[in-house]
Nanobody, 117 residues
Framework: QVQLVESGGGLVQAGGSLRLSCVVS????????MNWFRQAPGKERELVAAINWSSGSTYYVDSAKGRFTISRENAKNTVELQLNSLKPEDTAVYYC??????????WGQGTQVTVSS
């Protein structure tokens, strides 16, 4: 199994930055990709950014392009999400997610990001 622990959330003013971190432990050899999702109150959970664990190729939802950066450091089993130019609509609980071979997923407990206007 794989365990994920997020950190780095908090309260920031609009235009500010935060850096979220996800530490991965357990059977990391089964990981094919890592994702960051977010869920705002009353809304569905949405994919924000993704990174291929081996190649490092990335994907961003349109609202995140140019503002957020996902990265991974395989040696430290860490995935990070840099959040820049934050907007009030970015307020949500952010979740780290691992895609596992053959067909499974793991989730972290979530970290709250609150952006004040």
């Amino acid at each position: 199994q794989v365990q994920l622990v997020e950190s780095g959330g908090g309260l920031v003013q609009a235009g500010g930055s935060l850096r979220l971190s996800c530490v991965v432990s357990g059977r990391t050899v089964s990981i094919s990709g890592m994702n960051w999702f977010r869920q705002a109150p009353g809304k569905e959970r949405e994919l924000v950014a993704a990174i291929n664990w081996s190649s490092g190729s990335t994907y961003y939802v349109d609202s995140a392009k140019g503002r957020f950066t996902i990265s991974r450091e395989n040696a430290k089993n860490t995935v990070e999400l840099q959040l820049n130019s934050l907007k009030p609509e970015d307020t949500a609980v952010y979740y780290c997610n691992a895609e596992l071979r053959p067909r499974a997923q793991a989730w972290g407990q979530g970290t709250q990001v609150t952006v004040s206007s």
